[in-house]
């Protein structure tokens, strides 16, 4: 945001009067930053079913070295799959409207 209301010279001045050590510190953390957001998705969505998903992806991901996009949308794929062909899988769909429940029909609702 202080690049943009500054502009990028004024930003470029202040970073380049930093420090070493706090250079060094940034450099340290944001090579750190990709490891500890995977250790949070994980800590997220870890379970026994999961784990599976979680290790073909990154042997996908590593053996055929596929782009991360063809991965996602394979992924997304495979989840909408999994969902929508559980087996006993119940339709939850609610079908009247909070106007119903209220009392009212729609046309009553949308007059008034």
């Given at each position: 945001?202080a690049?943009?209301?500054?502009?990028?010279?004024?930003?470029?001045?202040?970073?380049?009067?930093?420090?070493?050590?706090?250079?060094?510190?940034?450099?340290?953390?944001?090579?750190?930053?990709?490891?500890?957001?995977?250790?949070?998705l994980?800590?997220?969505?870890?379970?026994?079913?999961?784990?599976?998903?979680?290790?073909?992806?990154?042997?996908?991901?590593?053996?055929?070295?596929?782009?991360?996009?063809?991965?996602?949308?394979?992924?997304?794929?495979?989840?909408?799959?999994?969902?929508?062909?559980?087996?006993?899988?119940?339709?939850?769909?609610?079908?009247?409207?909070?106007?119903?429940?209220?009392?009212?029909?729609e046309?009553?609702?949308?007059?008034?």
């Amino acid at each position: 945001m202080a690049a943009v209301a500054f502009g990028g010279d004024v930003v470029t001045r202040f970073i380049a009067s930093l420090p070493e050590f706090v250079i060094v510190g940034i450099d340290a953390v944001g090579a750190m930053l990709p490891a500890v957001g995977l250790a949070m998705l994980i800590n997220l969505m870890w379970s026994g079913k999961m784990a599976f998903y979680f290790f073909f992806g990154f042997a996908v991901m590593v053996y055929m070295n596929l782009p991360i996009l063809f991965l996602a949308i394979l992924a997304a794929f495979i989840a909408f799959l999994v969902i929508t062909l559980k087996p006993g899988k119940k339709d939850t769909t609610v079908k009247t409207s909070l106007v119903e429940v209220a009392g009212q029909s729609e046309e009553e609702a949308f007059f008034s």
